[in-house]
């Protein structure tokens, strides 16, 4: 499995969308993730993980009311998607928590998202959650 791009919004540290082109980093297989304490790194690595099996990277950070950025704006939606190619074939998929976030009725106040997971298979095919 080779990630090709990952989608994170309001996961993490992340307040807003960021998208990261894995695939330009060539086909090498090896890559270096660096940058200061807290800046984000081992969130990709978390985001990565919870876009395959619904879990975080560790233990410790494993806890889904906390994949929301308290740093995101309301209306902001909280997801992860992955790009990846796996014996040649693409494939995505797009996870998000339960979180809550602003009703879509005026003077409702906040309501509860429910947690989401969506598959587009090489073919084109979706199997929703």
Request: aromatic residues 10%.
């Amino acid at each position: 499995m080779r990630p090709l791009k990952l989608t994170i919004s309001a996961f993490g540290p992340y307040a807003r969308e960021c998208v990261l082109d894995l695939d330009s980093l060539g086909a090498g297989g090896l890559y270096l993730i660096t940058g200061d304490t807290g800046a984000g790194k081992t969130t990709i690595f978390d985001a990565i993980c919870y876009a395959l099996y619904g879990e975080a990277s560790g233990s410790v950070r494993n806890n889904a009311k906390y994949f929301r950025s308290k740093y995101a704006a309301p209306e902001t939606p909280t997801f992860v998607e992955l790009e990846f190619a796996c014996r040649g074939q693409r494939y995505t998929i797009r996870r998000s928590p339960a979180y809550e976030r602003p009703s879509k009725h005026k003077n409702r106040g906040m309501v509860m998202q429910d947690a989401d997971a969506n598959l587009w298979l090489p073919d084109g095919k979706h199997i929703p959650k």
